[in-house]
């Protein structure tokens, strides 16, 4: 079955400088990968996703690269603020039965001030 | 975004007795949901998939009389831990699927129930 690898586990930055978190999966049919931000004590909330026909995708601050052909995806987030302290998870969508998805390991950033 | 109402938001119970977590979609129908648990400091595991009318799919290691899911109308999930004991304790999390055909709508999240077992 599909398996997501996330990098790094925790990640600190000055506030301003960008922060990348990378992630790895295992099966090439998966073709929707989105990624969550989650706030200490709250369910993950969906922040930027990138299918499988697109190779970048941005929104704002943040953006989504997508490298089929070597089963990654990262996300970036420049500019970075305290208020992106959270958990972010990354997934990649199994195409098959009810879709589900399976979740990266998490990444704990800090954003110090 | 879609909006998921998860609740309640936290619970305590005696060891024995059974909770009953609600999960509805506010805005949208949703076919399918997913519950998840989450441990501190870990990823969401997923521990079933909730159907609209039919039984739901637990996934492997996942004890399905011990987690009874309920999907009795397309805005309403239900998860129900029953003779709860204190290594049940933990971060359950829903999800519901927008959009129509599988892999083409965005999933959401509740906020998430805290159960905690004495």
């Known amino acids: 079955g599909e398996n997501v690898e996330q990098h790094p586990s925790t990640l600190s930055v000055q506030e301003g400088d960008s922060a990348v978190i990378k992630c790895t999966y295992s099966?090439?049919?998966?073709?929707?990968f989105p990624w969550y931000k989650q706030e200490l004590g709250k369910g993950p909330q969906l922040i930027i996703d990138?299918?499988?026909?697109?190779g970048e995708k941005k929104d704002q601050r943040i953006a989504v690269t997508l490298n089929k052909t070597a089963k990654h995806f990262s996300l970036h987030i420049t500019e970075t603020q305290p208020e992106d302290s959270a958990v972010y998870f990354c997934?990649?969508?199994?195409?098959?039965?009810?879709?589900?998805?399976?979740f990266g390991t998490g990444t704990r950033l800090k954003v110090l001030a | 975004g879609a909006v998921v109402s998860q609740h309640p938001s936290w619970v305590i119970c005696k060891s024995g007795t059974s909770v009953k977590i609600e999960c509805r979609s506010l805005?949208?129908?949703?076919?399918?949901m997913f519950w998840y648990r989450q441990f501190p400091k870990q990823s969401l595991m997923l521990m079933a998939t909730?159907?609209?009318?039919?039984?739901?799919?637990?996934e492997q290691g996942v004890e399905k009389d011990k987690f009874l899911i309920n999907h009795a109308s397309l805005t309403l999930s239900t998860l129900t831990v029953t003779s709860a004991h204190p290594e049940d304790s933990s971060f359950y999390i829903c999800?519901?699927?927008?959009?129509?055909?599988?892999?083409?709508?965005?999933?959401?999240f509740g906020e998430g129930s805290r159960l905690t077992v004495l």
């Open positions: 999800s519901a699927r927008t959009g129509g055909p599988p892999n083409t709508g965005e999933l959401f």
């Open positions: 099966d090439s049919a998966s073709n929707y």
């Open positions: 990138i299918r499988s026909n697109v």
């Open positions: 997934a990649a969508s199994v195409p098959s039965g009810t879709y589900k998805y399976i």
């Open positions: 805005d949208f129908q949703a076919t399918t």
């Open positions: 909730s159907n609209e009318g039919s039984k739901a799919t637990y």
